[in-house]
T-cell receptor, first 113, second 113 residues
Framework: QQQVKQSPQSLIVQKGGIPIINCAYENTAFDYFPWYQQFPGKGPALLIAIRPDVSEKKEGRFTISFNKSAKQFSLHIMDSQPGDSATYFCAASTRGSQGNLIFGKGTKLSVKP | ETGVTQTPRHLVMGMTNKKSLKCEQHLGHNAMYWYKQSAKKPLELMFVYSLEERVENNSVPSRFSPECPNSSHLFLHLHTLQPEDSALYLC????????????FGPGTRLTVT
């Protein structure tokens, strides 16, 4: 009930490709869905986040698509660059959960030049 | 830098040692968190402090003991750890609990021998 399932575990794309990372959840009480980006030797950093009252949110080359009925959300990276190579984590949280973010296992993205 | 610093960055300790991890945030936030990041597993929330009071303790073994002397500092005291406790320990802070963006430090890589 509390899990967030993330796929794929790893992903390799060519520069300019559009990697897509998917997450699914069961708990319908989740109402905040952030994505974090983590480079080697660094802590995760918030990339983009969405609330379930919208179906899509864009920030630069990063887009979250949200499907409330399917309880799924995904991250798309447009025109991917080698500098986007990192591990990406989806997460979910509920109001009043005292900051308790439930994270997916992560996707290691490699963008080849 | 994210404004959250952690020391030490690397720590090797024996199972009978006592050591402490330190986290400091320079962002004026009121909430601080300890997470454990292990290979192939999701980030696990260990403790949450809001306004220096512990508000979340996710069934963490007593060999991990947190301390929050003020809103800028957070410690994780370690004693009689097990090899399976080897992981990256991440500290984070946020303006408050709930939906606020969490800012992560770079982590302490802990190895228990």
């Amino acid at each position: 009930q509390q899990q967030v399932k993330q796929s794929p575990q790893s992903l390799i794309v060519q520069k300019g490709g559009i990697p897509i990372i998917n997450c699914a959840y069961e708990n319908t009480a989740f109402d905040y869905f952030p994505w974090y980006q983590q480079f080697p030797g660094k802590g995760p950093a918030l990339l983009i986040a969405i609330r379930p009252d919208v179906s899509e949110k864009k920030e630069g080359r990063f887009t979250i698509s949200f499907n409330k009925s399917a309880k799924q959300f995904s991250l798309h990276i447009m025109d991917s660059q080698p500098g986007d190579s990192a591990t990406y984590f989806c997460a979910a949280s509920t109001r009043g959960s005292q900051g308790n973010l439930i994270f997916g296992k992560g996707t290691k993205l490699s963008v080849k030049p | 830098e994210t404004g959250v610093t952690q020391t030490p960055r690397h720590l090797v300790m024996g199972m009978t040692n006592k050591k402490s991890l330190k986290c400091e945030q320079h962002l004026g936030h009121n909430a601080m968190y300890w997470y454990k990041q292990s290979a192939k597993k999701p980030l696990e929330l260990m403790f949450v402090y809001s306004l220096e009071e512990r508000v979340e303790n996710n069934s963490v073994p007593s060999r991990f003991s947190p301390e929050c002397p003020n809103s800028s500092h957070l410690f994780l005291h370690l004693h009689t750890l097990q090899p399976e406790d080897s992981a990256l320990y991440l500290c984070a802070s946020s303006q408050g609990t709930g939906y606020y963006e969490q800012y992560f430090g770079p982590g302490t890589r802990l190895t228990v021998t």
